[in-house]
């Protein structure tokens, strides 16, 4: 029998019980422990031992799953690579460079894996569309609109004191909410070579942005915008446009709902009824199914040795992007 992969998450909140049903899925991987601040056990996390920090723990265990605030995400991570253990880290990876690139050393030196949950690379349609153009078969791309358009209310940024900071959250929707789409705008279309932003706090009382647009230059020509929100309500479907020589397709919550590309077939196996609003009007998340292809895919790493499909240096990229837009603004 293959050996069970152990892990111990870190951060006892919303996004530790999403990975807690998710492992509940995964063949050879079990939780064995919680490492949390909090005074009591949150459901559904109460029936796992609770230790206060990783160096408390008295139990074997193989990784550890990175839950915690986005900018303390480089302190759990290198104090678990230096006790030799593998990372798996929620996004973003972090808010500096300096602090991810630490991150990435760490686990480097100690030779253990660094994946991180950037699993919208791999949801639905999108690595059909990465594969098409990263092939040329959709033509020269000269236009592409992201507009990730969500909605949280006051009650969600009152929950935690860290929550609309720059110093622990890094900002607002950009690096937050809309991460895992700059991050997928990157893979898709790689760094642009310049890009104008423009962002504003409409109607939260926060010290970060809560709406925003950046328009991107790319090589060749290609446009680039990219609207990122928490204010508008109700909360809508994250949306690409990509407009090419050949035509136009449009991905909604990563599923192609409009496609006309002359030549070429649409691929897409889903329907538009399938395409269902998650994420749009509130941190949870119900459905595991993407949480665990990373996961999966980091037991594998584990095993074997092979890289994660989600690389340190990899989701780097969005931290970097999501940095040159607030660097950016005009």
Same mark, same amino acid.
């Not at 500096?96 to 480097?108: E, F, G, Q, V, Y």
């Not at 991905?251 to 691929?267: C, F, S, Y």
């Not at 584990?302 to 990899?314: F, I, N, Q, W």
């Given at each position: ?5 152990? +892990? ?15 492992? =509940?899925?995964? &063949? =050879? ?5 919680? !490492?949390?601040?909090?005074? &009591? ?5 109460? %029936? ?15 990784? $550890? ?7 303390? %995400?480089?302190?759990?991570? #290198? ?36 994946? !991180? ?5 791999? @949801?639905?349609?999108? *690595? ?6 990263? @092939? ?11 507009? $990730? ?11 935690? *004191? ?17 991460? %895992? ?14 890009? !104008?932003?423009?962002?504003? /706090?409409?109607? %939260? ?8 647009? $950046? ?7 290609? #446009?680039?915008?990219? /609207? ?16 090419? @020589? ?22 897409? /196996? ?23 292809? #990373?996961?999966?895919? +980091? ?22 992007? !999501? ?8």
């Amino acid at each position: 029998m293959s050996k069970s992969i152990k +892990f111990v998450i870190i951060g006892s909140g919303n996004i530790a019980g999403t990975y807690l049903s998710a492992l =509940n899925n995964i &063949e =050879n991987a079990e939780v064995v422990a919680i !490492v949390s601040g909090k005074t &009591e056990k949150p459901h559904p996390l109460s %029936h796992l031992p609770f230790f206060k920090n990783i160096s408390e723990i008295d139990i074997d265990f193989d990784a $550890v799953i990175i839950c915690t605030p986005n900018g303390i %995400h480089h302190l759990s991570a #290198i104090e678990a690579a230096n006790l030799g253990k593998h990372v798996l880290c929620e996004k973003p990876i972090d808010i500096t460079l300096k602090s991810i690139d630490k991150m990435i050393d760490a686990c480097r030196n100690n030779n253990v894996r660094l994946g !991180v949950a950037y699993q919208r690379r791999y @949801s639905s349609d999108n *690595p059909i569309v990465k594969k098409m153009i990263d @092939s040329g078969e959709l033509g020269q791309i000269f236009s592409v609109d992201l507009s $990730v358009k969500n909605y949280r209310n006051d009650a969600y940024y009152n929950s935690s *004191p860290y929550r609309g900071t720059y110093g622990i959250d890094g900002g607002g929707p950009f690096i937050q909410q809309a991460s %895992h789409y700059i991050d997928l705008y990157y893979w898709f279309f790689g760094k642009p070579n310049k890009l !104008v932003s423009k962002l504003g /706090t409409f109607v %939260h009382d926060i010290e970060v942005e809560d709406h925003g647009a $950046v328009i991107c230059a790319h090589d060749l020509g290609m #446009i680039g915008t990219i /609207t990122a929100s928490t204010a508008t309500k109700p909360g809508f479907p994250a949306k690409m446009e990509i407009y090419t @020589s050949k035509g136009y397709l449009i991905l909604e919550n990563d599923v192609i709902t409009h496609w006309d590309v002359q030549g070429v077939e649409n691929p897409t /196996t889903q329907s538009a009824s399938e395409n269902t609003h998650t994420g749009a009007a509130t941190a949870a998340v119900a459905d595991t199914t993407n949480h665990e292809t #990373i996961l999966n895919d +980091f037991v594998n790493a584990v095993k074997t040795g092979d890289d994660c499909l989600v690389t340190g240096e990899s989701a780097r990229n969005a931290t970097e992007m !999501v940095l040159e837009i607030y660097n950016s603004q005009f």
